[in-house]
């Protein structure tokens, strides 16, 4: 192929610090090798040529279970700069490749659980989703149909090079990042049997009209707008007769509702179409419900009326904030914590619902309304009950006897049946066990419980609110508290659609740096935002051990001060090669000063090439490898410690600043000892 060659190495990187494990593949650039050819192809020449692009250079079944190490990449990318590279299945991810235009649109139309991340490949697309421990995906293979890459198989990564001349590319969603691979959802049993329903199917005749259908083939629910001849008529009247049944409407209802719809259609629905279409969902809807019964008529007085109150009424009832913890959360409100994976946020949940529950003070804020906390876990349950120990025997309380109860699973809250369900479990427990409404409502995390619907559309996280509006905050009047992660691109608020910022009463970011973790309030509705809170992560002793006998251990926050935390995220914001860096820039820019000291010149034009800086970090001393170069002073950059103009570069003020020894005696006018060679001489290339 007569085309320029791109280095893929920068791309492999990526794939890497993402955590995917990796392996370098053959390139269409070139010619394929010898062995290749005469022993894989049978010295077919075309096929060949067709094939080295997509095959491994190198035995990869060792990285099935684990990544490749940078040195191994490292030594890849050195040797292979221009090759295609795969992404091992089975490891961190499973891929749903759909290798036709027809498999695309069958996955597209929302036949499977949607998911935020995909690649265009040169035939169709690679629907990207979280490996799951518990469910295993194997490889398997249908021609032109749709393929699972799970366990013994890889995907051609984008970034590389189709035989025919097309790039494979990453399409994903607005606030998807591939670094983000946790967020991904998994496929379910469900989704696997559609795949082979897909499979079986292929090339044969599927039923269309309005027989069969089914809401769930439907990314989006319709909206009631109203549409002409083949805009898909049968198709919205089937998406709103199941929605309509999931809400518990009747069938006389149904069809009123119906009715009104139709006529504004361009021309209606023939009245037989239309009842055609909801006998048929009805018996798809109690197929898939057996447990469940359909109304014919109406309940009396079950549709609540929409009704005004004068404004005299309102400053009447006007009240004092009705807090749950003082200062922090409100009773009947909604509220929000987001964060990073991994930086504190459950810790502060499960912290936050055991002081609600016992009725213990939040560090230094009282409990106002302590009673009931019901917990939403979307997943990692041992962590939880772990974290929930190290809470009871830190602060003494026996969590045996308070009203905390956690779900044991997760629960799709977009969709109003398994919201109805989550509220209906709710009212069970309190029936049954006598106990008080909820103070306390947690959601871990948004993500978790979400359902397939995608969270950065519009109409979506407005279903997801109204649902936990309705049946959750105001039937008990509780707080609703949301765990979230941060958007992609700014990590300094909430990812996902504007819509959920806009209806919370409260919104906390969550900032973890080594073990110092801030919580900071980003909105606060209805009263004054309080000071940023500091705790550290204490370990905890568990009473047992494991089968080695090894200790077991899980953390509680205890709280720290503000400037604990900025000094710690300010080492952080470093890695050792960094350092080594800025510590030899600081010795250029320091040997340039007393140079020009020397001279009777000005100090302020002690710049240091970007060449002589590089030089001395790759070659002199080693500090960065030939290939981070690039990586290494661009992070710097980024992070504002080195300022680069044109051809030179020089410390910032945030260097100076910063609390380590070796800005300390760069103010100082102190000189760094570098590991000198007798060839180093004062450089005064400036």
């Known amino acids: 192929m007569n085309a320029t060659r791109p280095n893929t190495a920068i791309e492999a990187w990526k794939l890497n610090e993402a955590g995917l494990s990796i392996v370098p593949l053959g390139s269409p650039f070139e010619q394929p090798p010898t062995w290749f050819v005469a022993g894989r192809c049978s010295g077919d020449q075309v096929k060949a040529a067709s094939d080295w692009p997509k095959a491994p250079r190198c035995r990869w079944k060792q990285y099935q279970d684990k990544a490749p190490d940078d040195h191994q990449i490292e030594q890849w990318t050195t040797q292979f700069p221009h090759t295609n590279w795969a992404i091992i299945?089975?490891?961190?991810?499973?891929?749903?490749?759909?290798?036709?235009?027809?498999?695309?649109?069958?996955?597209?139309?929302?036949?499977?659980?949607?998911?935020?991340?995909?690649?265009?490949?040169?035939?169709?697309?690679?629907?990207?989703?979280?490996?799951?421990?518990?469910?295993?995906?194997?490889?398997?293979?249908?021609?032109?149909?749709?393929?699972?890459?799970?366990?013994?198989?890889?995907?051609?990564?984008?970034?590389?090079?189709?035989?025919?001349?097309?790039?494979?590319?990453?399409?994903?969603?607005d606030y998807m990042n591939i670094r983000d691979l946790h967020d991904l959802p998994t496929l379910s049993p469900d989704d696997i049997a559609t795949i082979n329903g897909f499979n079986g199917q292929a090339g044969e005749h599927k039923t269309t009209g309005d027989l069969g259908f089914c809401t769930d083939q439907y990314a989006l629910p319709h909206d009631g707008s109203n549409l002409s001849e083949g805009e898909g008529r049968n198709n919205a009247a089937a998406s709103m007769a199941g929605q309509l049944l999931r809400q518990n409407h009747s069938l006389r209802e149904i069809k009123s509702i119906l009715d009104r719809w139709n006529q504004s259609n361009t021309p209606p629905l023939s009245d037989a179409e239309l009842n055609t279409t909801i006998a048929s969902i009805t018996r798809t809807h109690s197929s898939n419900n057996p447990t469940t019964s359909i109304l014919i008529e109406p309940l009396p007085g079950d549709r609540s009326t929409f009704a005004f109150s004068h404004v005299q009424e309102l400053i009447k009832g006007v009240k004092p904030i009705n807090w749950l913890i003082k200062g922090f959360l409100e009773m009947d409100s909604l509220s929000l914590m987001f964060g990073e994976p991994a930086c504190g946020k459950s810790f502060s949940a499960i912290d936050l619902a055991c002081c609600v529950a016992t009725g213990k003070e939040w560090h230094g804020k009282a409990v106002k309304r302590p009673g009931p906390v019901f917990y939403i876990a979307g997943e990692g349950f041992n962590g939880l009950s772990r974290r929930l120990m190290a809470w009871q025997l830190s602060y003494g309380y026996d969590l045996g006897k308070a009203p905390i109860y956690v779900s044991q699973s997760a629960a799709s809250l977009t969709d109003l049946g398994n919201a109805r369900l989550v509220s209906a479990s709710i009212e069970s427990m309190i029936e049954r066990s006598g106990v008080a409404v909820p103070s306390m409502i947690v959601i871990d995390t948004l993500a978790r419980n979400f359902g397939p619907a995608d969270e950065n559309g519009t109409r979506e996280m407005n279903t997801f609110i109204q649902h936990i509006d309705q049946l959750l905050r105001a039937r008990y009047a509780c707080n609703v508290l949301i765990i979230h992660h941060t958007g992609v691109g700014a990590k300094d608020r909430a990812r996902g659609n504007s819509a959920l910022k806009g209806a919370l009463d409260a919104e906390y970011a969550v900032v973890k740096s080594d073990d110092c973790v801030q919580i900071t309030a980003k909105k606060m509705k209805d009263a004054e935002e309080p000071q940023p809170m500091t705790f550290l992560f204490n370990p905890v002793r568990l009473p047992f051990q494991?089968?080695?006998?090894?200790?077991?251990?899980?953390?509680?926050?205890?709280?720290?001060?503000?400037?604990?935390?900025?000094?710690?995220?300010?080492d952080k914001e470093l890695g050792v090669t960094q350092k080594r860096v800025l510590e030899i820039l600081n010795t250029l820019q320091n040997q340039a000063i007393g140079h020009l000291e020397r001279a009777g010149r000005n100090i302020a034009y002690a710049r240091i090439e970007v060449k002589t800086l590089r030089n001395e970090c790759v070659k002199a001393h080693g500090v960065v490898g030939q290939n981070n170069w690039s990586r290494t002073f661009s992070a710097l950059v980024d992070k504002g410690f080195i300022a680069h103009e044109g051809l030179f570069v020089t410390l910032t003020d945030k260097y100076q600043q910063s609390p380590s020894p070796e800005a300390e005696q760069h103010r100082s006018g102190g000189n760094l000892a570098l590991h000198q060679t007798p060839d180093d001489k004062e450089d005064s290339r400036f």
């Open 89 to 173: 299945t089975g490891y961190k991810v499973v891929v749903v490749d759909a290798d036709s235009a027809e498999a695309v649109q069958f996955i597209d139309d929302g036949a499977i659980t949607r998911t935020p991340l995909r690649a265009t490949t040169s035939k169709g697309k690679h629907y990207y989703f979280r490996a799951n421990p518990d469910y295993s995906v194997h490889n398997s293979v249908r021609k032109n149909r749709i393929d699972l890459r799970g366990i013994g198989g890889y995907v051609v990564a984008p970034g590389s090079t189709h035989a025919d001349g097309t790039l494979y590319r990453w399409e994903t969603d």
């Open 546 to 570: 494991d089968e080695e006998g090894e200790a077991q251990y899980s953390c509680i926050l205890r709280p720290s001060s503000a400037e604990h935390f900025d000094q710690v995220r300010q």
